[in-house]
């Protein structure tokens, strides 16, 4: 019998708060390999063992920033688009 294929039903963001009240989501900037410029990678996971493999970096970013570090749950998914592979001719 072959598993279920994976399905989102739910994501988990970190996210910072600034003193104002404003919030957004942390993450870092990589590099990626084919593309020239650098990439920004927000924390937003639908795996536990993503959400604990970047706990590490949002306590350093809190540790950095001084602001605490907010862990939200989002669980209601509504399908907005689908965005189909364009032919390259």
Do not use: C, N, W
Request: aromatic share 6%; net charge positive; proline share 8%.
């Amino acid at each position: 019998m072959s598993e279920k294929p994976f399905k989102i039903v739910e994501v988990h963001a970190y996210i910072a708060t600034e003193a104002d009240g404003t919030e957004g989501v942390i993450g870092k900037v990589l590099q990626v390999s084919g593309i020239p410029e650098p990439v920004f990678m927000p924390f937003i996971m639908a795996d536990r063992a993503r959400l604990e493999s970047l706990r590490p970096h949002a306590e350093q970013i809190a540790r950095l920033t001084g602001r605490p570090i907010v862990l939200a749950r989002f669980s209601t998914r509504v399908d907005l688009e689908i965005v189909k592979p364009k032919k390259i001719d």
